[in-house]
């Protein structure tokens, strides 16, 4: 799902960045602010997931007992 989404838009943005670099390295280097956020929501993304790994998906909304 979402880490499909962030890895397309990683590759995405390191080619734009080639891609301009080659025609001038100004507008290449514009994109590197870019692709460190992406990288940044990247891990924010990994380390959310680590976190909620053990916790169900939909808890009980009032607890019985």
Not at 6 to 12: A, H, K
Not at 31 to 42: C, H, N, W
Request: hydrophobic share 65%; aromatic share 10%; no cysteine.
């Amino acid at each position: 799902g979402g880490a499909v989404v962030i890895v397309v838009l990683w590759g995405t943005i390191a080619a734009t960045l080639v891609a301009f670099w080659g025609i001038r390295a100004a507008a290449g280097a514009l994109f590197v602010p870019y692709l460190a956020g992406g990288s940044f929501a990247a891990a924010l993304n990994v380390a959310v997931a680590r976190l909620h790994a053990g916790v169900d998906k939909f808890p009980p909304l009032v607890r019985r007992g």
